[in-house]
Nanobody, 114 residues
Framework: VQLQASGGGLVQAGGSLRLSCAAS????????MAWYRQPPGKERELVAL???????VYGDSVKGRCTISRDNAKNTGYLQMSSLKPEDTAVYYCQVSGRGAVYWGQGTQVTVSS
């Protein structure tokens, strides 16, 4: 599975962004999909996860501000982020996992200015 993340950029605090993760090489409907982020100088952390069945989990720092979704017909996942804060600045990575395998995308930079 190859993953291509896009949609990052520079946004002012309070703004919104939608990240996309386009998959190729295999249908992703059988996999869980997640977004992680790695702020400068910090560990990578889970932002949100959506299971193959559609259940969702969110990191505490983004609850109420992010929505993860997937369109299996388009083989693409999304992360809608709103009310962005400077502390949301990070490289965002998409991941799919399942059947003993884990695949990562290349990351997309999100920078939130105050």
């Amino acid at each position: 599975v190859q993953l291509q993340a896009s949609g990052g950029g520079l946004v002012q605090a309070g703004g919104s962004l939608r990240l996309s993760c386009a998959a190729s090489g295999s249908a992703i409907n059988i996999y869980h999909m997640a977004w992680y982020r790695q702020p400068p100088g910090k560990e990578r952390e889970l932002v949100a996860l959506i299971t193959s069945g559609g259940d969702t989990v969110y990191g505490d720092s983004v609850k109420g501000r992010c929505t993860i979704s997937r369109d299996n017909a388009k083989n693409t996942g999304y992360l809608q982020m709103s009310s962005l804060k400077p502390e949301d600045t990070a490289v965002y990575y998409c991941q799919v996992s399942g059947r003993g395998a884990v695949y990562w995308g290349q990351g997309t930079q999100v920078t939130v200015s105050s």
